[in-house]
């Protein structure tokens, strides 16, 4: 056989890359260039902020669509309090993924793993569904994994108080 084929061995690193997303946990790093050049790093943008939202995202999701009002109006009220905002598209085309930023106005960091399901961040993140929100703190831990934008919203004005 080749590969792997103790299937012990399989399950073991599924769940220990299960465990390193649960809260608490720092989940692993991703430096990808941006839309408009320069390199997005989101240890160093955790860092920097009080929080970190990661959302996976992508232009053919019609989830995403819908949700993208309520995003960018979190966006636009919690960015000066320290919460930095990464969208994260799992899109393979990135004329498609572009036009998307433009329509839906996300105007905060955005990168393209330009890989679908199989990009990087998404299988580092176990990422099987769009939209999916991660919240970091600025010790790179996730503080937070909310399901939807009012999820997010609520975890927000908790934090910011």
Excluded at 87 to 116: H, I, M, P
Excluded at 147 to 153: A, D, N, Q, S, V
């Amino acid at each position: 056989a080749c590969g792997d084929a103790e299937i012990s061995n399989v399950i073991k690193g599924t769940a220990e890359s299960i465990q390193n997303l649960a809260i608490g946990k720092t989940p692993p790093n991703f430096s990808m260039e941006m839309l408009n050049g320069g390199k997005y790093d989101l240890y160093a943008s955790a860092a920097k902020n009080k929080y970190t939202l990661i959302m996976f995202w992508s232009s053919w999701c019609t989830h995403c669509k819908q949700e993208s009002p309520k995003i960018t109006a979190l966006y636009k009220n919690y960015s000066a309090k320290k919460v930095a905002f990464v969208g994260y598209s799992v899109d393979t085309d990135v004329n498609a993924w572009r036009t998307a930023l433009t329509e839906r106005e996300f105007t905060f960091t955005n990168v393209c793993g330009q890989k679908g399901w199989e990009s990087k961040g998404a299988k580092d993140y176990r990422v099987t569904k769009t939209p999916a929100f991660y919240v970091l703190d600025k010790n790179m831990k996730i503080v937070a994994k909310p399901r939807t934008p009012e999820e997010l919203e609520a975890f927000l004005k908790l934090g910011s108080k």
